[in-house]
Each structure stands twice: as C-alpha cells, then as structure tokens.
C-alpha cells in the first residue's frame, strides 16, 4: 500500500510509519519538522527504507498540503496526525492552535476530497474534546480520584469543547465525521488519551509520561499542576498503532465514526507515576505543585468497548511493562535527548 502520514516524524507518525516500512509498504511523511526531537525521527525512517519519501510542508496551507498530493501516487491511507498538541501553547496563542488543528485539518480533508477520494483517513483527536466532565460524580480513594458511578467514558458522552484546544481538535474531529456523511470520504476518528513510548521526545507541556521519565533520568524536578491526584488511561504507542491499523482494515464497519482509545483499565495517577519511576530509578524525585491547567480532567478513563466490538482491538500492554519498555528506551538514547535540548 501506499500511505501517507501528516506529521510522521512526531512521536506517533514515525512509529506508525516504522511499522508499515518494516511490512513493506511505502510511506510519505508529510512535516514542518517543528516538534523537537522530528529532525532525529525522520532520519531514523530516511536510513530505514527505499519505500520512504518526505515532502517538507506545512498543513496550515492549502498549495503545500495540496503539493504533496499533486507529487505523489495515488495515497491508500492517509492518517492525519500534524497538530499543535498542548493546552498551555493553546492558551497563549489560540490563532496559531486553530490554524494548525481546525484549518490544517481542513486542508487534509479537502485535499482528500480532490486527489484521492477512495482513500481511508483517520484522524488523531483527543478525549479533550469531552470538556471538563464537572457534572460527572468523582470521588478520591486510595490517593487517586476515581468515577463514583462509571468505569470508563463512552462515545455517547456528550461534547464539551473547552480551552482552544480542545476546541481546534473538537472542530476537526467533527469535520471528519460530517466529511464522510456529507462526501462520501472513509473517515474514522480515534479520541486518544495519553499515549506514551518509543521516540517521544515529551516536554512538560504535552506527553506527560514521557516527561516525567525524562526529567527522572536526567534527575530534574518535575511540575505537577494540580494535586497530583488526578488520573488517566494511559496507552502503549505498539496497541496504539495496532487500533489504528485494525480500524482501517475494518472501514466497512469503522467509515463515519469514532472511538475512544485509551488504556481503559491500564490507568494511574501522575503521583503512582512518580512512586514508580521512584523505585526504577531508586532515587526520589524532586517535585513542584501548580495550579490547575484549564479544562484538566480530575480522571479520563476511555471506554473502548466500541472499538472491542467494532474491529476487536484491546490494549495488551500494562502500565508497568510499558514504563519499563520507556525507562529503557531512554536510558539507551540519552545523548538524542540532550541534542534536542529537552534537558
């Protein structure tokens, strides 16, 4: 197959495209090459495969996003990945966020739409663009928050767009919906939570597992912005890319819709975070509170019982074998984080 990923050197995009090469397929990335750590990403898939192309390009215009539909064959799956990803960028500059996540995106489908309308295309969006969730009942127990009265938020819950974030991704995400009802186009949207692992160069603002073993290795002080109670589903990028790849072959099934995707009963606290790199690293891990960051949830935990039933994906990786899998994969490349001035 010929596929294109937008976005393809960031921390998802050149996993997912490590995968296809690895089975053969071609891939075109399609990146500004904006994000830290992308420029050391696209070298590893440049060494990796003749099947690899890049088009240097910026999806917050139409002629270049167009350019590269124009230069390439005919593209069998596209995964629409480019975005602006953190809360706090979205804040300081809400123009630079919609550009990228609402209009960007609006490119893609456009371009979709006039080159290659037989293509599937999936989209990366966010449990974000549920909101806050304030009306649903939370409790703490054990030193974490929990849901009093669900075990996991459905598809069915309502949207509740809230910071600029989440509203640039909420538009797209619905933008693709609406692309297949109104065009015809093979659309599917995944509602990611925290998706961590391999060749994430996460920061304090975005990618939180990421960081936080980041800064253990390297023996900095992390920020914790609220109480450190609150907890997420957090998601391997190896079932991540998995779920993507079943989505797509089930089309007929999966066309118009959208799944959260998320770790489900693989959850855990930024404070269990912590105590655990704590005993990889046996050392303790200096920290700092903050306030909370707007819209943040006191738990996000995904039901995936949609996507179970729709194109038989499960998580396999648990939070502990999937830290460890991390831990390693940074202590083997410390000297990429320095280059790219994470630390």
């Keep these: 197959m010929n596929i294109l990923i937008t976005g393809g050197a960031g921390f998802i995009g050149v996993n997912l495209a490590h995968d296809y090469l690895q089975n053969g397929h071609s891939v075109t990335v399609f990146d500004n090459l904006s994000r830290l750590g992308s420029s050391i990403n696209l070298e590893h898939l440049r060494s990796e495969s003749p099947n690899f192309r890049f088009h240097h390009g910026d999806i917050r215009s139409r002629d270049e996003v167009a350019s590269c539909f124009k230069k390439n064959a005919h593209f069998d799956i596209v995964y629409h990945l480019a975005s602006q990803v953190a809360v706090t960028n979205s804040v300081a500059e809400p123009r630079n966020d919609f550009e990228v996540n609402a ?50 938020v459905p598809e069915s819950r309502p949207l509740d767009f809230h910071s600029p974030y989440g509203c640039s991704k909420g538009c797209a995400d619905q933008y693709f919906i609406d692309y297949s009802r109104i065009y015809g186009l093979k659309t599917v949207v995944m509602r990611q939570s925290c998706i961590y692992g391999y060749n994430q160069f996460g920061v304090e603002d975005q990618g939180w597992v990421a ?15 609220g109480d450190g109670k609150q907890v997420r589903d957090v998601l391997f990028i190896d079932d991540l890319i998995e779920a993507y790849k079943l989505a797509a072959d ?48 006191k738990v996000f935990i995904s039901d995936i019982t949609k996507a179970a039933s729709d194109f038989n994906w499960r998580p396999k990786i648990d939070a502990a074998s999937g830290i460890k899998k991390l831990v390693k994969f940074v202590s083997e490349n410390s000297q990429s984080f320095k280059a790219v001035g994470i630390i």
């Design 211 to 225: 960081w936080f073993t980041i800064a253990t290795y390297f023996e900095k002080k992390v920020h914790i912005y």
């Design 103 to 152: 209009l960007g995106s609006l490119n893609i489908l456009e371009a979709v739409k006039e080159f290659c309308p037989e293509a599937i295309l999936l989209y990366s969006s966010t449990n974000k663009v549920y909101g806050k969730m304030d009306d649903l009942a939370v409790k703490e127990q054990n030193g974490r928050y929990e849901y009093s009265e669900l075990n996991g």
């Design 250 to 297: 089930c089309i007929d099934t999966t066309n118009g819709n959208a799944y959260n995707i998320g770790g489900g009963t693989f959850n855990l606290s930024l404070l269990e975070l912590i105590k655990y790199l704590e005993d990889c690293f046996n050392r303790p891990i200096p920290r700092v509170f903050e306030e909370w960051r707007p819209g943040d949830q």
